[in-house]
């Protein structure tokens, strides 16, 4: 026996998720430099945050709206978020992945590692990502 969430549960769990007061509310973006992939237990200790020169969390991420894609999964996606280098950082970082953080930034809410980790060594380089949750029905 296999547990279904319909499409539209599931849309209203994630409007849910990015209204006032919850957990998708005023998160933040970040950048990781541990050579990690994300499983289900990973905690906000075991990500490396980036440090080169002019990188910063993003502020508070707006959410776009909630919408069901071609999978029939919830999603939604925020804004691009350039991360830019202000100067030269030696050694270079090699950064594996991104990460959203509450707006604490004291728990982890979900990491996403990079299909190829981009290096950041002297200024003007940068890297953009656009957030996006997606909340599909288990496997069985």
Do not use: C, H
């Amino acid at each position: 026996m296999s547990l279904v969430i319909p499409s539209t549960i599931r849309k209203a769990m994630l409007t849910a998720l990015t209204a006032m007061g919850g957990e998708l509310n005023g998160v933040k973006m970040g950048l990781y430099v541990s050579n990690t992939t994300p499983g289900p237990a990973t905690i906000l200790t075991d990500l490396t945050e980036a440090t080169w020169t002019g990188y910063a969390q993003s502020g508070a991420i707006t959410w776009g709206g909630v919408a069901i894609n071609g999978a029939g999964d919830a999603e939604i996606v925020g804004p691009r978020e350039q991360f830019l280098s202000t100067g030269v950082t030696s050694p270079a970082q090699i950064n594996y992945g991104y990460f959203i953080v509450d707006g604490a930034g004291t728990t982890l809410i979900f990491a996403e590692r990079f299909d190829t980790p981009v290096t950041i060594s002297v200024a003007a380089q940068y890297i953009n990502v656009v957030p996006k949750f997606v909340l599909s029905n288990p496997q069985s």
